[in-house]
């Protein structure tokens, strides 16, 4: 295989660090089989979070006292202001923000990095074999994982275990644990195929070869978001929009109409090893609970048009109005991302800002003739991927997404504008880079606390078991409604309640719209006095988790042999097969 690569000469000696030490983090992010509640991707976003403070450090070694501050920076920080606006108007919980401002902090200080260590015209190539190769080998691996899942090898810790089973579908999601995140790793792998071939660093007969492979992983996953992204990549490499040397259309329609043959076969592939089977046509008219996130999203929208329900707010507010919807299932976004941002930053601020994130991209990416050029291509595949999966899902919520976007929008920026540079200290990475670790240290050892809460209540034959001191909340946590709900699992149902404890279940029941802790606030409601309250929760708990919902209904009407007032809720309750 004919890949190389090589650096400028000018800065040889700081791309070399950062290649290998953001390459290794940032494939292992990948890689890592590590998955631990309550955030899964945690293990695997810390690692990006790390490479690019290590990344940062490096630029000291320039010796440069003057950095541009690219303007298309400034787009995370509006979000941080608009954040701000809302807590100071009461609308958002401090704590359920702190985690989202410290990524678009991030965001931020990516488009810094990627303007000052990337923005010159032969940095962008460095940038891209990095991301590439990362790709590259991080798809290829992952579908060798994924063969290893559907034939249920069990290889941990190295791979996670997929049993076999009849009654689970067939989508292998290898290490990265989700199958639409997967797909969009390999199509990103794809775009790297691409790139490689333009810039003659993988001869044709290779890439043919390993778009193979990619393609079979991406059928594999079943996810729909290829059906969309693969046919755009096949227009914009077919007929040339993108990139300088030409592309077989034979050769591209060819792939397609391999993965199109993957995409039908797989169901018969799926029954043959013992899982349930789904046909394409299925796949693609099946029931989708993602269409009433998004009807739940406008609603949120139109009711609150001005500044939206808050940030982070989709989730409560969903507990409030799933009564009056149709069965989905709980969610703390909408999987849209555009009606996202309607709903909990509203109208004016989501218009202003997807208007200019467009602007920037046609202006940036696209006008000029900018696609001609290979690198350029390449980014704006990507970014193309990652729009079309943030239209049902929210990849961008991922730091090990997000951090290689920014930095990448951050290059091409000050590749395009030449934003003019500012004298600073020229310590200013170096302490950056420093401060960020510690800080990532901060945030690692906080979030271990509540990992080990939730440990704590593992094998325990009653909640009431587990251990106090392994749930007591810390005097310093950026996680405080974690340890209130370890607090809500010991609370008991009962008569003659305050209100200030029937308040602190509601409240969490809006915070985590789980299928036990709604059933508890019913329960509360039950046992003082609240009947109707009660009906419309049960209510709630049907249309947000109707696979759980008939062994709730099995043991309302348990309790309802038992007690009258159980009984006047069960009779009001849906029936045990509700759609």
Known sequence: MHIYFSFPKKTSQIYPLLGVSFFVLYLLSHLLSTHVHPFRNFSQEILVVISLFLSISFLFQQKKSQFSFPAIASLPLLLVFMMATQALLG?????????????LLLTALAIWFGAN????????????????????????VSVAMQLTQIFSLYLDPFVMYFPAGAQVLMRPFANVAQPNQLALLLCFSLASLWWLFQVGRIKAVWSMGLALLLLVGLALTQSRIAWIILPLFVLLCGFRIVGARAVSRFALLGLLAFYVALVMLTPYVSEALGFAPVSALERAGGRSERSVLWQQAWAM???????????FGFGAEQVKMAADFSSTTYAEHSHNLILNFLAELGFPFTICFFAALLIWFYRTCVAGGRL????????????????????????????????????????????RWQTPARTVPRAL??????????????????????VRGFKAFNGLAHWSEVSQEAIAKPAWTLLPDYFDYFQLMNVEPRAGMRAEEIAFVERLSRRFGYVHVLNKLAEVYVWNGQEQ??????????????????????????????????????????????P
């Open 117 to 140: 260590c990337f923005g010159e015209d032969k940095a962008l190539s460095p940038l891209s074999f990095v991301l590439a190769f990362a790709h590259l080998i991080a798809g290829l």
């Open 372 to 415: 001609r050029k290979a690198e350029v291509a390449f980014a704006v595949m990507c970014f193309i991927a990652v729009g079309v999966h943030s239209m049902v899902e929210y990849p961008l919520w991922y730091a090990n997404v997000l951090i290689p976007m920014a930095i990448w929008m951050g290059a091409l920026h000050q590749h």
């Open 91 to 103: 609308m958002v919980s401090i704590p359920n923000i702190v985690y989202p401002l410290m990524y």
């Open 533 to 578: 309250k009660a009906v419309r929760t049960m209510v709630t708990l049907q249309r947000l988790h109707p696979l759980s919902y008939p062994t709730y209904f099995d043991y309302w009407q348990h309790k309802a042999k038992e007690q009258a007032s159980f009984a006047a809720v069960a009779a009001q309750m849906p029936p045990r097969d509700a």
């Open 429 to 450: 990475p170096a302490v950056l880079g420093l401060l960020g670790l510690v800080l990532v240290v901060l945030v690692t050892l906080d979030y271990l606390r509540v």
């Open 301 to 311: 929208a139109v009711q609150h048009p001005w500044l939206g329900v808050g940030w």
